[in-house]
């Protein structure tokens, strides 16, 4: 038996720490940069 959110099962399980719009990327390369995120940061457009 395997663990749910395995790609063997077609499942990726991806921890996302925040969102950011366009006019806040200096924040969010600021976290990314700084390596304390605590997941992915996503960029919306």
């Known amino acids: 038996m395997s663990s749910p959110g395995w790609p ?3 499942v990726l ?3 996302v ?3 950011y719009t366009l006019d806040q990327i200096k924040e ?3 976290l990314s ?3 304390r995120s ?3 940061l ?3 457009l």
Do not use: F, H
Request: hydrophobic share 40%; glycine share 14%.
């Open 28 to 30: 969010a390369a600021e």
């Open 8 to 10: 063997s099962e077609g």
């Open 17 to 19: 720490a925040r969102t």
């Open 33 to 35: 940069q700084s390596r």
């Open 13 to 15: 399980a991806v921890s």
């Open 42 to 44: 996503i960029l919306v």
């Open 38 to 40: 605590g997941g992915k």
